[in-house]
């Protein structure tokens, strides 16, 4: 079993940043590909970004990309998602999840899923 907690969340105005954090328990941090997904009111759950097992692999969301970096320290058990240039449109509960493989992930299908982060930005 696996648990991830997110922080890092607030209100933010646009163009703003903000970075989320997400720590995991466990020995086997290293062995999983870690991700963000986020959710709005209404809305569906959409893929942001994904990290292979080492790091040296990310994939983006479409509405992200050039704005969001995906990092891990599997060191500290952490992932991280760094937000730039926020706007309105990002506003969402930020999921951090854990899987055992990327395409996993990208398929909205992980083994693992955290509480949740609020993220609102305002205009």
């Known amino acids: 079993q696996v648990q991830l907690v997110e922080s890092g969340g607030g209100l933010v105005q646009a163009g703003g940043s903000l970075r989320l954090s997400c720590a995991t328990s466990g020995r086997t941090f290293s062995s999983y590909a870690m991700g963000w997904f986020r959710q709005a009111p209404g809305k569906e759950r959409e893929f942001v970004a994904a990290a292979d097992r080492s790091g040296s692999i990310t994939y983006y969301g479409d509405s992200v990309k050039g704005r969001f970096t995906i990092s891990r320290d599997n060191a500290k058990n952490t992932v991280y998602l760094q937000m730039n240039n926020l706007k309105p449109g990002d506003t969402a509960v930020y999921y951090c999840?854990?899987?055992?493989?990327?395409?996993?992930?990208?398929?909205?299908?992980?083994?693992?899923w955290g509480q949740g982060t609020q993220v609102t930005v305002s205009s």
């Open positions: 999840a854990a899987s055992s493989t990327t395409i996993s992930l990208r398929k909205l299908s992980p083994n693992y």
